[in-house]
């Protein structure tokens, strides 16, 4: 294919143009700022918020069946960069820099294909992954995705829709799968936790699975206080 190519006004060039066009005018500092932070920094920054994600689950009442869907965020970012290599090279579409002159380019030299952005797709599905474990470290890596896409664009290196398909394949990978992951992955570490190696899965000391399920079928039949309902309904989803 040509690769998205349109006659007449485009919208998608006209917000690049909109974008790339903060880093003419930005100054150096803040442009190599901007390529440290697009490239690498939100990735990183990704990564530390699955740690400090984990580390928080492993203490929780049914801390495996937590620790699964903590585990399937950056399985989710893997199968979406996988599902994205066909369709880059399905679509063939050139990097925005190889068609437009004038375009401010951070990262020169990049000859794969642009649609869709492995960045995006990668953060996406890590942040929606998070999202469907735990809704506040999901709302963070969801506000970090977005914050890659704008960098990508910024940068030169993508259009907005290629941004904007990267967002839409790591959501619905992680989405649609999410279901059989848990279902594959919570008896993994369900099992993790009764070895060896049961400090990956839970915190010493943490409460075991049995009591943790007695905990649920307590406060859901008993007078126990909104708050206890309300934690273990978080830890459900």
């Known amino acids: 294919m040509a690769g998205l190519a349109l006659e007449g006004p485009n919208p998608d060039v006209d917000v690049l143009d ?14 190599k700022a901007m390529e440290f932070i697009g490239e690498y920094g939100i990735i990183a920054a990704l990564a530390v918020l699955c740690l400090v994600a984990w580390w928080s689950a492993r203490r929780r009442p049914g801390a495996p069946s937590a620790v699964a869907g903590l585990v399937w965020a950056p399985l989710a970012a893997g199968i979406a960069l996988l599902a994205n290599i066909p369709i880059r090279e399905f679509v063939e579409r050139p990097r925005p820099f190889k068609d437009h002159a004038g375009l401010e380019v951070l990262i020169p030299g990049k000859s794969d294909f642009s649609f869709v952005s492995d ?11 998070l999202f469907v474990a735990h809704r506040k470290y999901g709302l963070i890596g969801i506000a970090l995705a977005l914050a890659e896409g704008f960098c990508r664009v910024y940068m030169g290196v993508h ?18 799968l999410a279901p059989l992951a848990q279902a594959l992955l919570v008896p993994l570490t369900t099992a993790v936790a009764r070895s060896p190696l049961a400090w990956l899965v839970r915190a010493p000391g943490g409460e075991a699975d049995g009591d943790a399920e007695g905990s649920r079928v307590v406060a859901a039949g008993s007078g126990l206080p909104s708050g206890h309902k309300e934690r273990d309904k978080d830890l459900a989803a």
Do not use: E, Q, S
């Open 119 to 129: 960045h995006a797709t990668l953060t996406m599905a890590v942040g929606v992954g």
């Open 159 to 176: 259009y907005p829709t290629d941004v904007v398909g990267g967002f839409a394949l790591g959501t619905a990978v992680a989405l649609l």
């Open 18 to 31: 909109g974008i790339n066009g903060l880093a003419k005018d930005a100054p150096h500092w803040v442009n």
